[in-house]
């Protein structure tokens, strides 16, 4: 289960516009992360997180999507479950094959 989240997705979104709007003009670019997180009251690597996973889902920047780190997620998850389910199989054979190998007793 997920953390709760700190801030409102909307504070979220708006940080990251206000900060791609100040990249876009070359005398706001300087301290743009800084600036708009002392007026929004978030710290300044928070917004930059924020900013670089944008531009990543954007492929603007390189990197591994949101998209696809949830769906490596659920994948790592479901080799988990049929590795669990694989050896609950295999410890049924092995049982039943030692059934078949004793003696019966009629």
Same mark, same amino acid.
């Given at each position: 289960?997920?953390? &709760? @989240?700190?801030?409102? $997705?909307?504070?979220?979104?708006? #940080?990251?516009?206000?900060?791609?709007?100040?990249? @876009?003009?070359?005398?706001?670019?300087?301290?743009?992360?800084?600036?708009?997180?002392?007026?929004?009251?978030? &710290?300044?690597?928070?917004?930059?997180?924020?900013?670089?996973?944008?531009?990543?889902?954007?492929?603007?920047? &390189?990197?591994?999507?949101? $998209?696809?780190?949830?769906?490596? /997620? %659920?994948? %790592?998850? %479901?080799?988990? %479950?049929?590795?669990?389910?694989?050896?609950?199989? @295999?410890? #049924?054979?092995?049982?039943?094959? /030692?059934?078949?190998?004793?003696?019966?007793?009629?």
């Amino acid at each position: 289960m997920a953390a &709760p @989240k700190k801030y409102p $997705d909307e504070l979220r979104q708006r #940080a990251v516009r206000l900060v791609m709007d100040a990249q @876009k003009n070359p005398s706001g670019r300087r301290g743009a992360f800084t600036r708009i997180g002392a007026q929004l009251g978030i &710290p300044a690597d928070t917004i930059r997180g924020w900013v670089r996973t944008v531009e990543i889902d954007q492929g603007v920047r &390189p990197g591994t999507t949101t $998209d696809e780190a949830t769906r490596v /997620a %659920e994948l %790592e998850r %479901e080799v988990v %479950e049929l590795r669990r389910a694989n050896a609950i199989l @295999k410890s #049924a054979s092995a049982f039943f094959a /030692a059934e078949l190998d004793r003696p019966s007793r009629r």
